[in-house]
């Protein structure tokens, strides 16, 4: 009854049922798992547990990855923050700063929530939990706006894909920064039609996004998309809130994201063959850390 | 076509910093050691394609080694496995090596301990999902997703029946099953994934058939 492929099935529901992307989201995961609600909304409370602790973590501790090349980069980005000159805003900076410090999180060998991958892992928290902060929203709200970011990435699963290595950078992080663009506009009290507007600004920014992770590790570039990522949900969230729409629908930016992906050639789909791994500095960090 | 869960895209909690090479890592340690079953002494890791270039930097042999040590993929002690399974006093290598055809994120661990030398090798395929390809000499395919049902037996006709029957008693739902075989009429193995796991009177049961010699029920990781 509530089964949806794409983001136009999904809208019909919303629009059928009178309801948000989350909430029919959340009766698609009650139909098909034959769960209760309160098991499926603790389930994703979890979720949101643990990107509160990894954003936490990794704002305030003094924290390395394992090879030694990223880490401590939120903490600083919050302390600039702090002090309140931003230019990109205190928001932005903010939710550029716990996608940073998730993603540093993962990087150290932390706990994280891959969201909807392990190297996108930050996007979601930063854009999310700083929207839920300003908003002073409830847990509800936020859970609720977490299967808005699934729901939407269940389509994008469905119809393209959310893998570095088959759509390169902009199906991970893009995937990421459009889930997390529709979940902040519905979390703000957007329609459904917004939010996939939302979702399409967000992966239409990064169309054709390489994946180029220098010696193979999910830090370099890794760490810095996310924080883009963040950057770029929320400036769709904004663009769509004013009522801006997307002229091409949200489903054939994701179709077009897809056919980018396929043509994209192997050196730059997380084989770190291509794009920064291939700098004369990725080369050179690959060879110490593989003399390490 | 899979069907998609929100938490197949918002999830698995895991500890980073890759869902293939960590946290599909830790899985495939975890199932080699449930397919062992006994304690083990010593372990090694012969790590093929990607896994074998980046395994330090994300953690793979970290990983890998968390789940000889029964952690699942979100455990916070999963970074510091390799002073734990020390203290615990289990040898472990991590070796380079090539696998021939392999997928990419492939490993061979090879158990040693009370039950002799086990090996089992399973390839990290994405997301952290998992495929094990080969337990010993025998090729055979399971993903550790569901409660997975693993016999060896002679190659004989209504084997499988016996078998599925015991399930049906239970009212278990079988989700995928796979039957392999060496060669005609020898040994042969049968994996059937199911929607719950199978109480021990079945396993009792399913173990009293003549023809089949082993069985083991293993719990999704």
Not at chain 1, 12 to 27: D, F, M, Q, R, V
Not at chain 1, 206 to 227: F, Q, S, Y
Not at chain 2, 140 to 159: A, K, Q
Not at chain 2, 196 to 221: F, G, Q, R
Request: hydrophobic fraction near 40%; aromatic fraction near 6%; proline fraction near 3%.
């Amino acid at each position: 009854m509530y089964e949806f492929k794409t983001g136009n099935e999904l809208l019909n529901l919303c629009s059928a049922y009178n309801k948000s992307i989350g909430e029919i989201t959340i009766l698609y995961e009650m139909e098909t798992s034959e769960k209760s609600r309160e098991d499926i909304l603790l389930k994703m409370k979890a979720n949101l547990e643990v990107m509160r602790e990894a954003a936490l973590y990794g704002l305030t501790r003094d924290i390395r990855s394992v090879s030694g090349l990223t880490g401590g980069d939120a903490k600083k980005l919050w302390k600039y923050t702090e002090a309140g000159h931003t230019l990109s805003g205190t928001h932005t900076a903010m939710a550029v700063a716990k996608a940073m410090a998730v993603s540093e999180v993962n990087a150290s060998m932390g706990r994280i929530v891959a969201a909807p991958t392990a190297g996108s892992c930050g996007i979601i928290p930063g854009a999310l939990l700083t929207a839920a902060e300003i908003l002073n929203s409830t847990d509800d709200d936020v859970i609720n706006a977490l299967f808005t970011a699934s729901g939407v990435g269940i389509t994008i699963a469905y119809n393209a894909t959310l893998s570095g290595a088959e759509g390169g950078c902009q199906a991970e992080c893009g995937s990421a920064a459009a889930m997390a663009a529709a979940a902040v506009t519905e979390l703000v009290g957007g329609s459904p039609e917004q939010a996939l507007n939302a979702a399409a600004f967000s992966l239409k920014a990064v169309m054709g996004l390489v994946c180029d992770p220098v010696a193979g590790l999910v830090e370099i570039p890794c760490v810095k998309r996310n924080a883009f990522g963040a950057s770029n949900a929320l400036t769709a969230a904004d663009m769509a809130l004013a009522g801006i729409t997307s002229r091409i629908p949200f489903d054939e930016v994701v179709e077009a994201m897809y056919r980018v992906g396929k043509v994209m050639p192997y050196e730059l789909k997380e084989t770190a063959k291509g794009g920064l791994a291939d700098t004369p500095t990725g080369k050179r960090i690959k060879e110490e850390l593989s003399g390490k | 076509m899979k069907q998609y869960s929100s938490f197949d895209i918002l999830g698995p909690i895991m500890i980073g910093p890759s869902s293939s090479h960590t946290a599909g890592a830790a899985r495939i340690g975890n199932i080699a050691r449930k397919i062992y079953g006994g304690k083990i002494t010593s372990v090694r890791f012969y790590l093929h394609g990607s896994f074998a270039e980046t395994y330090r930097g994300h953690g793979t042999d970290r990983a890998l080694l968390a789940g000889i040590l029964c952690m699942d993929p979100s455990d916070d002690r999963l970074r510091d496995s390799l002073n734990i399974a020390k203290e615990m006093g289990i040898d472990f290598e991590f070796i380079p090596t090539v696998i021939k055809d392999a997928h990419p994120n492939t490993v061979m661990v090879e158990m040693d301990g009370e039950n002799g030398r086990i090996s089992v090798t399973g390839s990290s395929i994405g997301g952290g999902s998992i495929v094990i390809t080969r337990i010993d000499d025998f090729n055979l395919e399971f993903t550790g997703d569901y409660p997975t049902l693993i016999t060896s037996h002679v190659d004989r006709p209504g084997v499988i029946a016996k078998v599925t029957e015991i399930i049906k008693g239970c009212d278990i739902n079988i989700a995928f099953m796979k039957v392999f075989r060496h060669q005609k009429g020898k040994e042969a193995a049968m994996i059937i994934e199911m929607d719950y796991t199978l109480p021990d009177k079945a396993i009792d049961e399913i173990k009293k058939i003549k023809e089949i010699s082993s069985v083991m029920m293993i719990e999704p990781v």
